[in-house]
């Protein structure tokens, strides 16, 4: 996403993104028991199946579940689901779902974020099924996963109560949230001023993912978007910073303040930003960590500390804003 980084080999950036994860390769001290359902289909677009694994505790469950987003630099696939980020949050009794979304570069950032307001949906309409209260739903990422956490934080949306789909009138609002190293604005990244709307703004890797089509209805084709406002404000509409509201959740970020790929900056707006509007945020800083480190897996409990803080009791209803 840094257009410095762009001379750098491209197999070091993609490495770089799926980092997010591949939070550590060491294994569990005591591993939990659990129940996986693999390729669990919450959707489908242009006829394709868009999936999900579940993992449910064998034992001790608290009836209360938290989202894996699947994305490292908007790449997203059934293979990068960690069990090693997964089994902390089993083992304190949380229902997980890891869902994989439509990957760059077929898919575009606008369509990603419509899949997983599509899987909070249909995780909300199915709670009962999975043995989870669907008022108190969790999410958590990084890189571009925490961007997509963010995402649902700030602009999840009320459902339509006209749609054919009963999933489809299901909110998509989570109750909390705690990512590593998101991006959150798109039109001052890393300083002030600092625009990223062109696919060429971003590192090679990254380009297709902001790639914007839109279809021809005379050719019939899919067309790139070239006008300069359009993609200002497709740029503005993908950057959580500019979605926040009082009615958002609890917000905890952990950034390292050496990332030469997503600055921490991005994360200090956003937190400021939500601590303007009244919502519990935090930001916790990893003193000459880059993007991703050899012990995440140690900064996982804090993720989960803070899901129990906020999960732990229904928040007060709050009706999600159908303008969102």
């Known amino acids: 996403m840094n257009r410095a980084l762009s001379r ?14 591949v939070p550590s390769l060491a ?12 390729d669990v289909i919450y959707g489908r677009k242009y006829g394709t199946a868009l999936t999900m694994d579940v993992f449910t505790p064998k034992k001790d469950a608290k009836g209360l579940g938290v989202i894996l987003v699947v994305s490292g630099g908007f790449f997203s696939s059934h293979e990068a689901i960690q069990p090693t980020f997964i089994r902390p949050l089993i083992a304190r009794g949380y229902t997980v779902f890891a869902v994989v979304h439509g990957s760059q570069p077929r898919y575009q950032v606008t369509e990603i974020v419509n899949d997983l307001n599509r899987a909070v949906r249909f995780i909300r309409h199915n709670a009962h099924d999975y043995h989870i209260d669907p008022a108190r739903i969790g999410v958590t990422g990084a890189s571009a996963g925490g961007h997509l956490s963010l995402m ?12 054919r789909d009963p999933v489809d009138r299901e909110s998509s609002r989570i109750q909390a949230v705690a990512c590593f190293f998101p991006p959150t604005d798109f039109l001052n990244f ?4 600092r625009k ?11 380009r297709a993912a902001f790639d914007y089509r839109e279809l021809d209805p005379k050719s019939n084709l899919w067309v790139p978007v070239t006008d300069p406002a359009k993609l200002e404000s497709i740029a503005r509409r993908i950057s959580p910073a500019y979605h926040v509201s009082p009615d958002d959740p609890p917000t905890l970020i952990i950034h390292g303040d050496k990332d030469p790929l997503v600055p921490l900056q991005q994360s200090e707006r956003m937190i400021d930003e939500l601590k303007k509007a009244g919502v519990e945020a935090r930001l916790i800083v ?14 996982i409990p804090t993720f989960i500390d803070w899901f129990d803080q906020h999960l732990s009791t229904p928040a007060p209803s709050k009706p999600a804003d159908p303008a969102r």
């Open 286 to 299: 990893k003193p000459g960590a880059g993007h991703g480190w050899l012990t995440m897996n140690q900064d």
């Open 152 to 163: 649902l934080g700030t602009a999840g949306t009320a459902g339509n109560p006209e749609a």
């Open 27 to 38: 294994p569990a001290a005591e591993e939990p028991r659990f129940d996986r359902r693999e």
């Open 196 to 206: 990223m709307i062109h696919p060429t703004d971003h590192a090679p890797p990254f």
């Open 8 to 21: 750098t080999p491209l197999i070091l950036l993609a490495a770089l993104a799926m980092i997010a994860m």
């Open 190 to 193: 890393g300083e002030p001023g």
